[in-house]
């Protein structure tokens, strides 16, 4: 069995891939040349960046299994494959925590101003130390605030514990989740905590805090209606898919100060963002690493690995 590692994998994945007497190619090819190439090999593993749509899957007939390092699917044509008879799996836990630690990053970031602290204090810190500090000196305590998490799955689930740790209140909104019991570790002890979903409405208008976590939409979750209906002084965050919120309404809710400040780490036109967002000094940015720990990586290595194991030994 020969698989193409398109768009990298950990060290320790590819060890256990060929110690099962798997070859492993670990390099990329380009997307215009996989036509040509990929019919050379029983499995593709990729991340983001490489998509297997339905041309490829055509031209593939040898093509067993097509693997995803994270979460989402949406370069892959998943039902097609399958129904060729091709395996799809993914290491949608892996990632999880990662991606909840950076958002609550992003949190504190914008609570207390740091994304302007520290675009200002290298050029201004030794000249205008006094009025920094006095500029940066209203910033918010999250402890019983609302936090609002659209998408109440794995990594939803990630940041309702995060959240809680803080002392926020949480509300959760998920169309196919009506309830979830979290269990929270607090110093080797399991506490679980159990939490209502609520409706997209009562979230919006309720929560100080918004955090997305939904897969890849069609068109935004959120839009100028919702934020007009959010309350004053809200914070966005995002760290699931670029496009979930419009970002020229986020811009003009920023601008207006119906919006206290975004968290964002996804954008529209990746690897191109708008430069409005990019410069907006109410905005923490990140540039899409939710998932980019060590932990995290060797996680997503791992499970992959025992999965393409699992399917192409069979």
Do not use: W
């Not at 380009?30 to 998509?51: C, G, H, M, N």
């Not at 949608?92 to 970031?109: C, D, I």
């Amino acid at each position: 069995m020969k698989i193409l590692i398109n768009d990298g994998i950990e060290a320790i994945a590819i060890s256990m891939l060929e110690n099962a007497g798997i070859e492993v190619t670990n390099k990329h090819i380009p997307q215009e040349d996989l036509l040509v190439e990929l019919p050379k090999y029983d499995a593709i593993s990729v991340r983001s960046a490489t998509k297997v749509r339905k041309e490829l899957i055509d031209a593939c007939p040898n093509l067993k299994l097509i693997g995803r390092g994270g979460v989402g699917l949406d370069n892959i044509d998943v039902e097609y494959a399958r129904s060729k008879g091709i395996a799809v799996v993914n290491t949608p836990a892996a990632s999880s925590r990662s991606v909840a630690e950076l958002v609550m990053g992003h949190l504190f970031t914008i609570a207390r101003g740091l994304q302007i602290a520290n675009r200002k204090m290298p050029l201004e810190g030794q000249t205008h130390f006094s009025d920094l500090k006095k500029s940066l000196s209203k910033g918010i305590e999250l402890e019983t605030r609302v936090f609002g998490i659209i998408g109440f799955g794995r990594i939803g689930q990630e940041m309702a514990k995060l959240a809680i740790g803080c002392g926020m209140k949480v509300l959760a909104y998920d169309p196919y989740v009506n309830e979830v019991t979290l269990p929270l570790v607090i110093q080797d002890e399991i506490v679980k905590i159990q939490i209502r979903t609520s409706s997209f409405d009562h979230l919006i208008a309720n929560s100080d805090v918004i955090s997305i976590h939904t897969p890849g939409l069609e068109k935004p979750i959120i839009n100028a209606k919702e934020i007009e209906n959010m309350k004053n002084g809200v914070i966005l965050l995002n760290a699931a898919r670029g496009g979930v919120i419009d970002e020229a309404a986020l811009l003009d809710g920023l601008n207006s100060g119906k919006i206290a400040g975004a968290g964002l780490d996804v954008f529209l036109n990746e690897p191109t963002p708008n430069d409005q967002l990019l410069t907006h000094p109410k905005i923490s940015l990140s540039p899409h690493i939710g998932a980019s720990t060590i932990e995290a990586q060797n996680k997503i290595g791992v499970q992959l690995a025992e999965q393409i194991i699992e399917n192409l030994k069979k």
